[in-house]
């Protein structure tokens, strides 16, 4: 045991009426909705980079936290930093967690020596995740940070960097599998372009399809089970990123034919960024059968960044959750914070509440959610709205073709009647629920 977390006891639930500083209000795992366990639905997972990596710096400042495991660049504190993790996942009770190999492992400025490091460190998670109920939701590759991926991973000009990348991949797939990883994800955050005046994007896209069916086929190589995942962000680091959001990154896997092969991880956040909602992203992934995983968390609508703070409105949460549970679920995926505390949040205590009010803003979006499936007034709607095309003359129609339908429209003097979009009906039922 660490003293990191002295005196503060493992949340509970505590119902809605606690008045405890620290608890669950509405998250309670052992729920059962919709006929499954609340925490086998959210499958909640903690993001290392956030919670344990990050050191509080913005663009005016430096380091504001002060962790008794910095500076992250030894391994013996890389080992600390991972018992306080560990005992972090227990107190909250979270079934899973989230990392980059940057975040667990001390960097050594060479491939041999970061290999070498990831290796030892996810040896040690392993060890302790035998006697530790959490598990690894999904591994990453930091492939954004170190000056060498300033141009781009997959997509750089330097064919070295490509090589880097697929070694630097590679090392990552083995230590998420060894982790028993239930997915791999890719985040490409250099993978675009400052400016387009020194950019070959045809090449760039091709590269990077390329290289993630390479991904593919070391993965089925391996044996290793879980879903590789893309994760769409529109920019920021780059001025524009490849994969902006989930309908670009869907063409780009059809492009490559990988459309089989990957899944999306979609984050709050990023849809925001990319000027949609989390539900419309999640709505455009799940009409293709290609929602993986969710990175939650919200922006701050006025600072117009990427500010990765934890989800606070019921609302939002509720509709994502809406179209997850309609599409059946997040199968091997999970709702990942991606989160980080404010700046100046700098107590222990903090990085337990925030992630305790993610929890409980989940758990009411879920449970709200699931009562508006189970009433059907959403589903009644749409059935109305689209009830013309259930007669067999609407289907032969979209067998058929313009002129026919032409002469059709003439013959029998199709006039069609407005209907209302009944969008503010829509609206109050939906607050009867959030
Ligand atoms: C960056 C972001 C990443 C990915 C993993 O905005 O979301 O943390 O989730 O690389
Ligand atoms: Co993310």
Redesign the pocket.
């Known amino acids: 045991m660490t003293e990191f977390f002295d005196g503060i006891a493992a949340l509970a639930y505590e119902g809605p009426e606690s008045n405890s500083e620290l608890c669950y209000r509405h998250y309670n795992p052992d729920e059962v909705v919709l006929g499954k366990r609340m925490e086998d639905h959210l499958r909640f997972a903690v993001a290392w980079?956030h919670s344990f990596a990050w050191e509080g710096g913005d663009p005016f400042g430096g380091q504001t936290f002060e962790r008794p495991w910095h500076p992250q660049d030894d391994m013996g504190r890389a080992k600390m930093k991972a018992d306080v993790a560990f005992e972090m996942f227990e107190k909250l009770g979270v079934p899973f967690y989230c990392w980059?190999d940057a975040d667990i492992r001390p960097e050594q400025g060479n491939y041999a020596g970061n290999l070498r490091t990831l290796e030892e460190i996810t040896d040690y998670m392993a060890e302790k995740q035998e006697s530790a109920k959490v598990r690894c939701l999904w591994g990453?590759a930091n492939m954004f940070s170190h000056r060498r991926w300033m141009a781009g991973a997959s997509t750089n000009p330097d064919p070295e960097v490509f090589a880097y990348a697929a070694a630097t991949v590679k090392g990552c797939l083995d230590a998420t599998m060894k982790l028993g990883g239930e997915n791999y994800?890719l985040?490409g955050?250099r993978e675009g372009y400052e400016t387009l005046l020194n950019t070959d994007m045809g090449m760039e896209l091709d590269h990077m399809g390329r290289f993630l069916s390479m991904v593919v086929d070391y993965k089925h190589k391996i044996g290793f089970k879980g879903t590789i995942l893309v994760?769409p962000?529109p920019q920021e680091p780059s001025k524009h990123q490849y994969d902006y959001d989930a309908a670009t990154c869907i063409g780009f896997l059809r492009k490559y034919g990988l459309e089989n092969e990957v899944k999306l991880n979609l984050?709050q956040g990023?849809a925001i960024l990319a000027g949609h909602s989390f539900e419309h992203e999640i709505a455009v992934a799940a009409a293709e059968g290609m929602l993986g995983s969710i990175?939650m968390n919200r922006n701050d609508y006025q600072s117009g960044w990427?500010t990765d703070q934890f989800p606070n409105n019921v609302p939002e949460v509720a509709l994502a959750y809406y179209h997850i549970l309609k599409a059946g679920g997040l199968g091997t995926g999970g709702t990942n914070f991606?989160a980080k505390l404010r700046r100046q949040s700098i107590d222990p205590i903090d990085l337990l509440a925030g992630h305790a009010g993610g929890m409980d803003v989940c758990a009411r979006g879920l449970k709200a959610a699931a009562t508006m499936i189970e009433d059907g007034g959403l589903e009644q709607a749409l059935t109305e709205r689209y009830a013309g095309w259930k007669t067999p003359q609407a289907q032969e129609m979209l067998g058929s073709d313009l002129a026919s339908l032409q002469k059709r429209v003439l013959d029998e003097g199709i006039e069609p009647e407005p209907r209302s979009g009944r969008q503010e009906r829509l609206e109050n039922y939906v607050n009867r629920f959030v």
């Open positions: 980079w980059h990453t994800v985040w955050g994760e962000k984050e990023h990175d990427d991606d």
